[in-house]
C-alpha cells in the first residue's frame, strides 16, 4: 500500500467531526501556501528593485538639487517599489516648488516617514493570516485529539471492553488531527518569522534612502542658497 492509498484509508476511517477538521485544515493550508510562493515572489521583486535603487542613490553626485527629478527617469512613474515611492514623494513635496525653503525640508522628512510607515503595512500584508494560521492550526488539531479520545471512550463503554478494534477509530481520529494541523501550523510559524525578517530589512534600507536622499538634497539647497 503507497503512501496516498494510506492516507485515503485513514481519511476515510474518520467520523464526519474528524473529517470535517482535516477539511478545514486543508483548506487554509492550499490557502496558505497561494500565500507564501505570492509573497515570495513579491518579496524578491522589492529587494532586487530596492538594492538597484538604493545603490544607484548612492552613487549620484548632483549639482544642483532639482538634478536628483533625472535620478529614475527610467522608472515607471506608477512603479510599486518602495524605495521609487519614497523619491516620488521627496520630489513632487519638494523639488516642485519655486523656492525651497527649511520649513518644507522639515514637513518633507515628516511626510517620508508617516510614508515608511504605510509601506511597512504593505509588506506586512498576509502575515497576520500566518501569524493566526500558526496560532489555531494545532488548537484544531487538538480538538480532534480531544474528540477521537471522547469517541473512544463511549465505544468503550458501550462495547464494555477495550479491544483493539473498540479504541482505534478514536485514536485514529485524535493521531491523524494531530498531525495535520502540526503540519499546517509549523510551516505558517517558519514562513511568519522568515518574511517578518524580511520586512525589517526592508524597513531599514527605507529608512536609510530616506536620510542620505534627504541629507544630499539639503547640503545641495544650502549650497544653492548661499549663492
Not at 505570492?38 to 549639482?63: C, P, V
Not at 498576509?126 to 471522547?150: D, E, K, R, Y
Not at 471512550?153 to 479491544?163: D, I, L
Request: one cysteine or more.
Amino acid at each position: 500500500m503507497g503512501p496516498l492509498s494510506a492516507l485515503i484509508e485513514i481519511f476515510q476511517s474518520l467520523d464526519i467531526a474528524g473529517k470535517l477538521i482535516i477539511f478545514v485544515l486543508a483548506i487554509i493550508s492550499v490557502y496558505m501556501w497561494g500565500l507564501i510562493f505570492a509573497k515570495l515572489l513579491s518579496m524578491k521583486t522589492i529587494d532586487l528593485g530596492n538594492e538597484k535603487i538604493y545603490k544607484r542613490l548612492r552613487g549620484f553626485n548632483a549639482q544642483f538639487a532639482r538634478d536628483f527629478l533625472q535620478l529614475f527617469r527610467d522608472f515607471p512613474k506608477s512603479s510599486s517599489l518602495p524605495l521609487h515611492k519614497l523619491y516620488r514623494v521627496c520630489c513632487d513635496n519638494l523639488l516642485t516648488r519655486e523656492k525651497i525653503r527649511p520649513e518644507a525640508i522639515i514637513a518633507t522628512e515628516k511626510l517620508l516617514d508617516s510614508y515608511i510607515a504605510e509601506e511597512v503595512i504593505t509588506l506586512e500584508e498576509g502575515m497576520n493570516f500566518l501569524s493566526v494560521t500558526s496560532t489555531i492550526a494545532p488548537f484544531l488539531g487538538l480538538l480532534g485529539t480531544v474528540w477521537g479520545i471522547m469517541v473512544m471512550f463511549r465505544k468503550m463503554t458501550q462495547a464494555g471492553s477495550s479491544t483493539i478494534s473498540t479504541v482505534a477509530p478514536g485514536i485514529s481520529v485524535a493521531l491523524t488531527t494531530t498531525i495535520a494541523g502540526l503540519v499546517v501550523a509549523i510551516p505558517a510559524a517558519i514562513f511568519y518569522y522568515y518574511f517578518r525578517g524580511r520586512v525589517n530589512k526592508q524597513l531599514v534600507l527605507m529608512e536609510k534612502f530616506s536620510r542620505e536622499l534627504m541629507t544630499k538634497l539639503q547640503n545641495l539647497i544650502l549650497e544653492e542658497q548661499e549663492l
